[in-house]
């Protein structure tokens, strides 16, 4: 597929949801990718953030490209002072990892810009608060002045579009109800989806490393 169609994509689902392009940021997943092919599948097209799931692939990464960085995997409470590296954490999910995460971003000397991930599709194995305790942490997380809270995450069960779309449109529903303008979801196989039910991040990895 390549990059240049994700983008032409998710520009079509933007014009079918009645949306701007320019309201759909494209996160390129790095996870198990060369510089090199980093380097020839993303960043020969322009500037994109690059995401990864995990702190010390990344780290090895950011020493060798310049470019804005996400953390989208789930990040261990040991870790947290790693995290002051990234623009943006997209997988908090409890009150102490952000007591963690806040006293990394004090020492930085940086305010940390993060996203609550959220398990709508209750799923035990994966990460993130459930939906009824969404509003308790949204809560607690206003008294950790290094944090900003941008907006919601989530990773969908894998399933047809009828189980997988009710999932983020409920995410924006609820980015919605409590004021927060990022809702990072969708990645290689929903991601169109994902920018019709509002998307604001999508993080795409193996769509655009696919000839």
């Known amino acids: 597929m390549g990059l240049p169609e994700v983008l032409e994509n998710i520009a079509r689902a933007c014009q079918r949801a009645g949306r701007s392009p320019e309201e759909v940021r494209l996160v390129a997943v790095t996870k198990g990718r060369s510089v090199e092919e980093i380097r020839e599948k993303v960043l020969a097209y322009g500037t994109f953030p690059l995401g990864e799931s995990r702190v010390q692939e990344a780290l090895k990464k950011m020493d060798l490209l310049q470019a804005e960085w996400h953390l989208v995997g789930h990040l261990q409470r040991n870790k947290a002072k790693f995290a002051p590296?990234?623009?943006?954490?997209?997988?908090?999910?409890?009150?102490?990892?952000?007591?963690?995460?806040?006293?990394?971003?004090?020492?930085?000397?940086?305010?940390?810009k993060v996203l609550v991930e959220v398990?709508?599709?209750?799923?035990p194995q994966k990460h993130g608060v459930l939906e009824e305790d969404l509003p308790e942490l949204l809560a607690r997380l206003r008294e950790l002045e290094p944090l900003e809270v941008l907006g919601l995450m989530t990773v969908p069960p894998v399933g047809p579009e009828g189980v997988v779309r009710p999932i983020f449109r409920r995410l924006s529903e609820l980015a919605d109800r409590y004021g927060l303008p990022e809702r990072s979801m969708g990645m290689s196989g929903d991601y169109v989806w994902a920018v019709e039910e509002g998307a604001t991040l999508v993080r795409v990895g193996q769509a655009l490393f696919v000839d």
């Open 85 to 112: 590296r990234f623009a943006l954490i997209h997988s908090l999910d409890s009150f102490p990892l952000a007591e963690a995460l806040a006293k990394a971003a004090v020492k930085a000397g940086v305010r940390l």
């Open 119 to 123: 398990n709508l599709g209750r799923e």
